[in-house]
């Protein structure tokens, strides 16, 4: 089916979240993969609870916030690697399908545009570094409304710049509370589920389930 946009969320769809830890895991220690799932999860949490507080904080101090909060969880982790850490996720990996993927979508005369909890810095410092720059019409970001996924109006963003009704947008995210948000929206929603997790939100499940994003 062709849509008339095609809509990515960047951290854990387009690039890789745990790339920049993985980068230094030699220096990080035999615990790098339990360090790099920490800090992950607090991001997000910290954006989920500033979101319901109504106390917004851009998605790069909480992303430094949840780090250090990740060097006493992860005790043994030498905090001298924090620069380098935060350096690092200025330019995470792309998955290696996204370039030829995006290319293939944008062929067919669609929108491509990825719409991120990320704050415009950090999404245009991915993006360069990515080389998707060619690639990719318009970068969303919730910095605009001082709020994150998946609150309604976040999702709104694209409808109401491309004037388009929900179902003609299909929207792709490896994070399936994301998904969630999207599908109760109303956009045609795809799941990247990279690694096989169980699903979850049964009542807002997604329209089609993908082990990368090679098959759209």
Known sequence: MSHAAYV???????????AAVRRHAGDVGENYQLFSEVWRAKQLEYSWTRALMGAYRDFWTLTEEALDFTFQRVPGVDRSLRTKLLEAYWKLDCYPEVPAVLKGLKGRGAKIAILSNGSPEMLKSAVANAALDTVIDDVFSVDALKTYKTAPAVYDLVTTAYRLY???????????????????????????????????????????????????
Do not use: K
């Open 166 to 216: 929900p179902n003609a947008v299909s929207f792709q995210s490896s994070n399936r509370w994301d998904v969630a948000g999207a599908t109760r929206f109303g956009f045609r929603t795809v799941w990247i589920n990279r690694s096989n997790a169980p699903d979850e939100y049964g009542d807002l499940g997604p329209s089609l389930i993908l082990p990368s994003l090679d098959a759209l």
């Open 8 to 18: 990515f969320d960047a951290y854990g769809t387009l690039f890789d979240v745990h």
